[in-house]
């Protein structure tokens, strides 16, 4: 049997866990050897494999992080002790998985852990960018600001994926709309138009025979393109998890047309601000552009950040190694990066620059949303139109011929 329980141990500290015995009192008696003094015991049955959550769905979004973020620094502003408003947050989540690291960040720094080391042993949850800041909080006693720029960061970087997804949201909608649409034309209306033409007799057009024979296969080997569509999606979902192939797959995401435009300028206003950030909280510039390259998002950006930082260490200039990467960051950003590191002012033109592309970025997608709607529309109609006028074209040029 296993019991959940909460308990506290001889210098008041609170811990809870799960203990497996083969009673109540059996498991009051283990935690009683342990010098934990029981408040709460409660069992828990086994559930069954149908009931039980799949790890899936128990990742901690940034979402989750960025409302953490919000109101841990409200709370601590409002002179609320960083132990208790880590136990008020963390009981009212509920994702359990971000509810138990939370408890678990609570119970360290009680014990006397620093937050940011607190933060450090979760590092799927809390990347090395949020653990640097939260520390040059606490070590110029400006937690509660910094966790308010953390949200604030986080809640743009959340809104810039939104569009992002956005944008590429809408088309994959409508090609699926259109298979579905190809498919039930598939099934129930070209069948019984091709009968017609085929007992005509008459010799059919290219398009019409082209149509048709499309629609045959699709119809007897549907079940092999739905294969072929889900075997490709989850050939690049495994690649994608292998070193070598998440390189392959993030370089090809950056020229897929128009698209890779949108990631690119996401990944240099991310890379910009980051690095920004950190060197105005006093991060040496080294380690500042290392932070960044492991929180960029991209294994080429990555990559070509790991160069800048290597080129900085041997004496050298980050803009000199962004300049043999034009694709990956523009003329305007390297150049904006010299002028800013000639002049001492580096963290300040990262910023300008940053703004600047946020703004274009936001009109690019508002432009290409604003085209590639009623694009979609006249594509699709045109896909559905063809395929129902080349079968129609034999039946008026019957009726033409006076049949």
Partial sequence: ??????????????????????????????????????????????????????????????????????QLAIMFKSGVSLIDSLTTIGSQLKSKAFKGRIFQISQDVEAGTTFSDALSKHPKAFSSFYINMVKRGEALGKLSDVLEYLADHLEREHNLKSKIKGAMTYPIFVLVVAFAVITLLSITVLPNLTKILEESGKELPLITKVVIAASNFYRQWWWLVALGIVGAVAGIARLSKTPNGRKVVHRAMLKIPVFGGFLRMMYVSRFGENLSTLITGGVPIVEAMGITGNIVGNDTYAAIIKKAQDSVVQGNKVADIFERHPKEFPSIFTQMIRVGEKSGTLDETLSEIVRFYRGEMDRNVDSFLGLIEPLLIVVLGGLVGGIMAALMLPLYQSLGSGI
Avoid: C, N
Avoid at 8 to 25: F, L, M, W
């Fill in 1 to 70: 049997m296993k019991f959940e329980y909460r308990a506290t141990d001889e210098k008041g500290r609170h811990q809870e866990g799960a203990v497996q015995a083969s009673s109540e009192e059996a498991a009051l008696s283990v935690l009683d050897r342990h010098d934990l003094y029981v408040t709460w015991l409660h069992e828990t049955k086994e559930e069954p494999l149908y009931a039980k959550r799949i790890t899936l769905f128990d990742r901690v979004s940034e979402k989750d992080i960025m409302l953490f973020s919000r």
